[in-house]
Nanobody
Framework: VQLVESGGGLVQAGGSLRLSCAAS????????MGWYRQAPGKQRELVAS???????NYADSVKGRFTISRDNAKNTVYLQMNSLKAEDTAVYYC?????????WGQGTQVTVSS
């Protein structure tokens, strides 16, 4: 499974960005897809995840601001990020779980200027 992310960049505080992650390769039986982030000097943390059936889970820090969605036909997961804050600055990684194995994208930088 290969995961390719896009949509990161530089945005002012209060602005919005939309991340996309397209899965390819042996995509059969991909269940949960999600987004993680890692800021400098910090551990990688879950931002949001979504199951194949559409159940979602969010970190408390992004609830009400970020929305994860998924297009199973396109094997793509999205993260709509609104009301961005400086503390959202991080490298964002796409994740896909397939039969207990995790796949990761290469990461995309999101920088929020205050």
């Amino acid at each position: 499974v290969q995961l390719v992310e896009s949509g990161g960049g530089l945005v002012q505080a209060g602005g919005s960005l939309r991340l996309s992650c397209a899965a390819s390769g042996n995509i059969f039986n991909i269940n949960t897809m999600g987004w993680y982030r890692q800021a400098p000097g910090k551990q990688r943390e879950l931002v949001a995840s979504i199951t194949r059936g559409g159940s979602t889970n969010y970190a408390d820090s992004v609830k009400g601001r970020f929305t994860i969605s998924r297009d199973n036909a396109k094997n793509t997961v999205y993260l709509q990020m609104n009301s961005l804050k400086a503390e959202d600055t991080a490298v964002y990684y796409c994740n896909a779980e397939q039969v207990g194995y995790d796949y990761w994208g290469q990461g995309t930088q999101v920088t929020v200027s205050s």
